[in-house]
């Protein structure tokens, strides 16, 4: 194996170019899809060799074929296989399993690439990404907010303060008036500076996670080239030389992050001292000090919204630059405040005791009131977008419509996520507290427990339940009518096999459930309305009668109080089962690795945008595999002047497509492309139509040498490209079939099964579709025409 190894480094596949007068090998890049494998299974030899690359994301052949480049005439039966494998990007150490903590975060950033396709309105396209980066930063001031719920109000303030709720729980016994004899840090305000230290500890959890990733993805140069003299900019940025490099924007909104994340705990500290200054019996010293400590609080917050607010990305060119002195300062500034904050809380105050709760409910109410009007302007933003015309070929000449027609939600499909993001959200940090309140608690009413508001928007979860079944009924009606219509086709595509009625079930039903895919857009569509309305209705309820649902129902209609009972005491139960489930699936995936890699296919198709929105979202693993398969590609072809096959499987066609943008038109006109079970146009195509909308995509078609899509009708993920005109049947091939065989055949003489998603190479298809795609990228060499349309 080392032999092999060092053997590449000199005359293998990074050798010198072939001889002149020979023919070269012609090469085919494999790149996986979500959920990751092995470069055996890929490559189907046990043997396989690291040509380039480290443990993180590395090429692979098969031992057999490390010098295929020095021996070409033994490779004339096909192409040299090799396998990007970029599994460990999203599902590697056990680190990994911290980054469920960020699951809002990276939803949020979602929506920012969820915006509708347009053709300048530059300044619309900028409002709309600013929206959604404030939305961000409110999220974080959530996350950060329901830590000091926990650590400042229920433990330090509530239950230290509470002697029957301090008995239950010896570690708080010196926090404790009574049980600690008045000791140092039983005063109000040292409780609070000490339990502030966990909320400032998350923090920098956050910071170090950003700071760390940030470093091994963000960082990776993508190749430089000049621009040739036939080079244009495409219709998608995902071409644009500094797309995959957002070094700049990500420090530049880490500081942020982190700078109001530590704002927050200052507040968190100083507004309970300052309160009681400003009453009867306060110090006239404190008192003026309180004042000039919020007055310096509130100015760095303004500074931290005019860091988000001031930029975007720089994409059209590569942005090398990082903005030192604000990335240092900013932090440092908001960590000196919350430094003075501290002492200036345990501040000894005769005659302060801390009583019933701190001002929770109106934090957490103008959190969610801010989040339901920074969504509710995103989708009136992304309506304008949407309805914009694009320019291109339209019916009787006018604008193209087509985008506009697939886009998911008629375009609001990011507020929608925003939206989604921003429940999570609170859904997490309502979990966290109720669940830390109840075990502070007990079997005992002794503590007044979480803010309300907190409490309204737990007891909405039942009715968003019943909501969420009713649509997953209707689906499952819809779901059976379909597969009873598909049982007429099925039959129509084994014409010559003998009828068997439980298979024409078997795979009629197959196939009605990998459309529900295609109804996505309406899950979404019916959760974020329902759970706008009722989040809505939860904030009013919280803020106007400024009692739980159980106690405002209480002199009502028994059938009004009995629904808020049981939606309370569900709602509850909910919500903290939630968060147990939560803690476990975290603690399993940091022991197990096949859980880890379970969460890493969630992380596969979430995190691969870049982070545009939200600095503390999971790293974006395409801003070290697309310069991986650029580097490789545009290396390989000016050596050996080549063929090459790029082929990508599910997400993997997704990078392959990302890296064909990045490449020079030269080398590009040199790669063909084979995608199959690909979500290009099916998820994609819809969900991001700015980036891979119709234009998107045939710019694409045009710009490669060849490509060609295979796809099922069982596949739950991949599907036509969809190309419009001319160019659809030259990109797509009609559905394959599976199973490959109906009943048993003298070539499958056991029952064959149903692929649906996987397993595309086993279909004689693939290898005839590779074929001929090498044919089209050497006309020289005969070969077969593409089939025509089906």
């Not at 057999?64 to 460990?88: F, L, M, S, T």
């Not at 010196?174 to 609070?192: A, E, I, Q």
């Not at 940090?429 to 009413?445: E, F, I």
């Not at 040498?705 to 190309?723: K, Q, S």
């Amino acid at each position: 194996m080392e032999r092999a190894q060092q053997q590449t480094a000199t005359n293998g596949a990074d050798g010198p170019a072939t001889q002149p007068g020979t023919t070269p090998v012609d090469l085919e890049l494999l790149v996986h899809g979500v959920g990751g494998t092995t470069p055996e299974e890929m490559l189907d030899d046990p043997c396989t060799v690291r040509i380039t690359g480290d443990d993180t994301a590395a090429v692979f052949r098969r031992a057999a074929d490390v010098d295929a480049e020095d021996r070409p005439e033994q490779h004339r039966d096909g192409p040299v296989p090799e396998a990007y494998v970029w599994c460990n990007l999203t599902s590697g150490n056990s680190a990994r399993a911290l980054w469920l903590l960020l699951l809002p975060f990276m939803v949020v950033n979602l929506a920012h690439w969820m915006r509708p396709a347009t053709r300048g309105h530059r300044r619309t396209v900028r409002l709309y990404g600013l929206l959604v980066r404030l939305a961000g930063l409110t999220l974080t001031v959530l996350l950060v907010a329901a830590a000091c719920e926990v650590a400042l109000d229920l433990v330090a303030w509530q239950c230290a303060g509470v002697e029957a709720c301090a008995a239950r729980h010896s570690w708080l016994g010196f926090l404790s008036p009574t049980r600690s004899g008045d000791g140092w840090w039983s005063l109000p305000g040292r409780r609070l500076a000490l339990a502030a230290l966990v909320p400032a500890a998350l923090t920098y959890l956050l910071w170090y996670l950003s700071r760390r990733t940030w470093s091994a993805y963000e960082s990776q140069p993508p190749l430089p080239h000049r621009p040739e003299p036939d080079e244009q900019t495409g219709p998608t940025a995902l071409g644009s030389p500094g797309f995959w490099y957002g070094r700049r924007l990500v420090a530049r909104l880490r500081a942020a992050h982190t700078a109001a994340g530590l704002l927050t705990v200052a507040a968190a500290v100083v507004a309970p001292a300052a309160r009681f200054d400003r009453g009867p019996g306060g110090s006239h010293v404190l008192g003026t000090l309180g004042p000039l400590l919020i007055a310096a609080l509130c100015g760095t917050a303004a500074a931290v919204l005019w860091v988000v607010c001031r930029r975007g990305r720089s994409e059209n060119r590569l942005d090398r630059e990082l903005d030192e002195h604000l990335v240092r300062r900013l932090p440092l500034a908001a960590l000196v405040l919350l430094g003075c904050a501290l002492p200036y809380a345990g501040w000894s105050r005769p005659g302060w005791q801390s009583a019933g709760r701190l001002s929770g409910d109106t934090t957490f109410g103008v959190i969610a009131l801010a989040q339901g009007l920074l969504v509710v302007v995103i989708a009136v933003v992304a309506h304008l977008l949407h309805r914009t015309p694009l320019p291109g070929p339209g019916p009787a000449g006018g604008a193209d419509t087509t985008a506009g027609r697939r886009a998911a939600l008629r375009g609001l499909g990011g507020p929608a996520v925003a939206l989604l993001a921003c429940a999570l959200g609170g859904v997490m940090s309502g979990g966290v507290a109720q669940r830390v309140a109840d075990w502070l608690d007990g079997t005992g009413p002794s503590i007044d427990g979480p803010p309300v508001l907190l409490t309204w928007q737990a007891s909405v979860i039942p009715p968003l339940l019943v909501a969420l079944l009713a649509l997953v009924g209707w689906l499952s009606w819809r779901t059976w009518r379909l597969s009873g219509a598909e049982r007429r086709t099925v039959r129509l595509d084994y014409p010559k096999e003998p009828a068997d009625p439980a298979t024409t079930r078997r795979i009629a039903r197959t196939r009605a459930m990998a459309a529900l895919t295609d109804r996505a857009p309406l899950l979404v569509a019916v959760v974020s309305a329902t759970t706008l309305l009722l989040g809505a209705a939860a904030l009013a309820g919280g803020l106007d009668t400024g009692k739980t649902p159980r106690e405002a129902a209480a002199h009502t209609y028994a059938v009004v109080r009995g629904a808020a009972e049981t939606a309370q005491a569900l709602g509850s139960w909910l919500i903290g089962l939630g968060f147990v489930l939560f803690v476990t699936w975290g603690r399993r995936a940091y022991k197990d690795a096949s859980a880890r890699r379970t969460i890493g296919i969630l992380w596969d198709v979430g995190t691969f945008w870049p982070r545009a929105a939200h600095p503390f979202a999971p790293p974006c693993y395409a801003e070290r595999a697309v310069p991986d398969l650029t580097w490789r590609m545009a290396t390989w072809t000016q050596r050996t002047g080549g063929r090459l096959v790029l082929s990508g499987h599910s997400q993997g066609s997704v990078l392959a497509a990302a890296a064909a943008w990045q490449l020079t038109p030269s080398v590009r006109k040199r790669v063909a492309l084979l995608t199959y079970g690909s979500p290009l146009e099916r998820l994609y195509g819809r969900w991001f139509p700015a980036y891979f909308g119709p234009a998107e995509l045939g710019s694409l078609h045009r710009e490669v040498a060849c490509w060609r899509n295979l796809y099922r009708l069982t596949d739950p993920i991949g599907g036509p490209v969809r190309l419009p005109g001319d160019c659809g049947p030259d990109v797509d091939r009609g559905p394959l079939k599976d199973p490959l065989a109906y009943g048993r055949t003298p070539r499958h003489p056991l029952p064959a099964p149903l692929l649906g998603h996987s397993d595309y190479q086993a279909d004689p298809a693939f290898a005839e579709e590779r074929e001929r795609l090498l044919a089209r990228l050497r006309p020289d060499v005969p070969g077969q025409r593409p089939e025509p349309a089906a």
